[in-house]
């Protein structure tokens, strides 16, 4: 009898008959937590059958495919309950996202509390009964018809303008069913923990001129010791959030004379000002040359670039009274191609390394802007390192070399993702496979694990992004390196090589901060504003503990002043354990207490944030000791 042959994750092969369902190789292979397979690259139904020879991976909740399935599987739970509860409600959309899930629902009114609070319940008391998930397909015109006898006139919408299909797939439990390509989880039992988050409004397809519909966010997890993870985290997010701490720490402000254009307050200043000296330092051992380039440029230079076609919809453009059109620069790529080109070039000048950290600005919507995470206005620590195709691969060893050096200061671990060709790109495919091959062999080589997000590179080539983990777990990008072969060629970028041809450079783009506004939003929260020493706003406040000492206390200021400290004192009327408690608050590194027998012996009592009371010492001793720790940035 014929058999077919399955390979697993792990390199295993069995031979099964044709039309086993996945469902049987999941208990086979001793995966029984498995609720959803991948089929050769295609994530399935565990009731699907296999007719052929494959390749499969089992996924639980583990693996990011598992949580989308299992997340999506509960944004339906969800609206059944909703369904069950308010038969009127008429249900739009309802996606997995990166932690849950949502539903868009119109009832005629916004969700309350209590209405989170009976639904979450429905929901809890639906997944107990185990129901069976089932796949079902409808040909489109009988779908639409079904819909529209149940009022359910946004998934009509769906099926008329989106879903061009002749069969539409449905998932059914319990007589309810909801349209969906899937995969969903075998059955709702799965479902263990459950948690409603909160409520808001969202505009049906994004446009604010169609109906205003209510968002439900929620999240699930296989048990509840996850869920109650979660919530903490959660919590402790808030606790953290760079919107809340950054005022109150007097780090940044906004204003709504510039929505999306920080306000950087002083303390802020100096934190943005020491990681770009950070910045400067590193990057000038390394053989880099620092630009500047003007922040307005006409619409000729953005359209020799490509972002006139690919990223005019996010640039902010203005008209000159002589009718010319300017528009101000998104990022500094063009300008340093300007800059290469403005002379001539041989091959001793390879590798020229230009960074260039000027401010930059992108029109995001308004509804998309979030504190510091997404702003108009911010400046990266951009670089564009002009090479050989033979100096590629050891210039882009240096540069995950200054990742490294970076994000060890900040004992912050990352991982790296390559993003490929993108469906709007630029150039040649053939130089696009050639460099992203480039790419994939240089992290081969490296030894470092990465994924690849398909269609995820810029429009002129290929890029790695650095994904960082804060304390909380959570993922961020911030810094991406690219690799471009387009750009130079659009500007006709040539120099001399040794043996006397004409040649095109390759371009690195790299940011390794990335952004720094988003950088030190990232910062802000996963250190929840108590910032390593060496970028501390205020690294030391002197308390004294009665006026007679304030001049004592400011002769300790300016001692610390002197040898490069940023010090300030406590000139309140306060009682020295207020002051203490404030300076506790305000996440201040070092507070140095002084009264009569301190300015009498030339003491200072030290306490740390860190360690606490240390008790008396000579303040040549703790200030060479924190000058110290400054300068190798412990």
């Not at 080109?341 to 992108?362: A, C, E, F, I």
């Not at 108009?376 to 951009?382: C, P, V």
């Not at 994924?451 to 590179?457: C, L, N, R, V």
């Amino acid at each position: 009898m014929h058999r077919i042959t399955v390979t697993f994750s792990d390199g295993s092969r069995r031979e099964y008959p044709p039309g086993v369902a996945l469902a049987d190789l999941a208990k086979e292979a001793g995966q029984g937590d498995a609720f959803v397979a991948k089929v050769d690259g295609t994530v399935r139904d565990l009731t699907a059958r296999l007719d052929a020879d494959a390749r499969v991976e089992l996924l639980g909740f583990e693996q990011p495919e598992g949580r989308e399935v299992y997340w999506h599987s509960s944004a339906h739970l969800m609206a059944q309950a909703v369904k069950e509860l308010f038969p009127e409600a008429r249900l739009a959309i309802g996606p997995p996202i990166d932690q849950g899930f949502y539903y868009d629902i119109d009832i005629g009114r916004p969700f309350t509390p209590d209405d989170l609070e009976r639904i979450e319940a429905r929901m809890r008391a639906l997944a107990a009964k185990n129901q069976p998930i089932e796949r079902v397909e409808l040909p489109r015109d009988e779908a639409i018809r079904m819909y529209e006898q149940m009022g359910e006139k946004y998934k009509v919408e769906l099926l008329r303008q989106d879903i061009p299909d002749r069969q539409v797939s449905f998932y059914r439990q319990n007589g309810f069913s909801d349209m969906c390509r899937g995969p969903h989880l075998p059955r709702t039992g799965l479902i263990k923990a459950i948690k409603l988050l909160s409520t808001g409004g969202a505009y049906w397809r994004g446009d604010e001129h169609r109906e205003m519909l209510s968002r439900i966010y929620g999240i699930t997890f296989p048990d509840q010791e996850q869920l109650d993870t979660f919530v903490h985290r959660l919590e402790e997010a808030k606790r953290r959030d760079h919107r809340k701490l950054g005022p109150q720490l007097e780090l940044f402000m906004f204003h709504e004379w510039a929505p999306g254009m920080p306000y950087w307050l002083p303390k802020g200043a100096i934190l943005f000002t020491e990681l770009l000296r950070f910045s400067r330092e590193e990057q000038g051992r390394r053989g880099y040359q620092e630009i500047r380039s003007p922040l307005i440029n006409k619409q000729e230079l953005y359209e020799r670039s490509g972002h006139w076609e690919h990223f005019r919809e996010d640039m902010f453009l203005m008209q000159t009274p002589d009718e010319a059109v300017y528009g101000v620069k998104p990022m500094n790529c063009p300008n340093a191609m300007v800059v290469f080109g403005s002379k001539t070039r041989s091959y001793r000048d390879l590798p020229l390394r230009l960074s260039d950290t000027g401010t930059l600005h992108r029109y995001e919507r308004s509804g998309t802007l979030a504190g510091l995470l997404r702003v108009r206005e911010f400046t990266q620590d951009d670089a564009h390192i002009f090479v050989s195709e033979e100096q590629i691969e050891d210039e882009f060893r240096r540069v995950l070399e200054i990742v490294e050096r970076f994000y060890a200061v900040f004992a912050i671990k990352y991982r790296l993702r390559l993003g490929t060709r993108p469906e709007k790109f630029m150039g040649d495919p053939a130089a696009w496979d050639k460099a992203e091959q480039e790419l994939k062999h240089i992290l081969e080589a490296g030894g470092q694990p990465f994924a690849i997000a398909s269609g995820e590179g810029t429009f002129y080539g290929p890029k790695i992004d650095v994904l960082i983990e804060d304390s909380l777990g959570r993922e961020w990008q911030t810094g991406t390196i690219q690799l471009d072969f387009q750009m130079p060629r659009r500007f006709e970028l040539k120099y001399s090589a040794q043996d006397g041809s004409e040649r095109t450079p390759a371009v690195i783009h790299r940011a390794i901060y990335g952004s720094l506004e988003r950088f030190i939003a990232i910062l802000i929260e996963h250190y929840a504003g108590a910032f390593p020493l060496w970028i501390a706003p205020e690294q030391v406040r002197v308390l004294p503990i009665a006026d007679r000492h304030l001049t004592y206390a400011r002769q300790v200021r300016e001692e610390l002043a002197a040898r490069g400290l940023r010090a300030q004192v406590d000139e309140s009327n306060e009682r020295v354990g207020y002051k203490v408690r404030r300076g506790q608050v305000d996440h201040v590194p070092y507070m140095l207490v002084v009264g009569d027998k301190e300015a009498a012996a030339g003491q200072v009592a030290v306490r740390s944030r860190a360690g606490g009371d240390l008790g008396p010492m000579p303040l040549a001793e703790f200030s060479e000791r924190i000058a110290r720790e400054v300068g190798e940035k412990a």
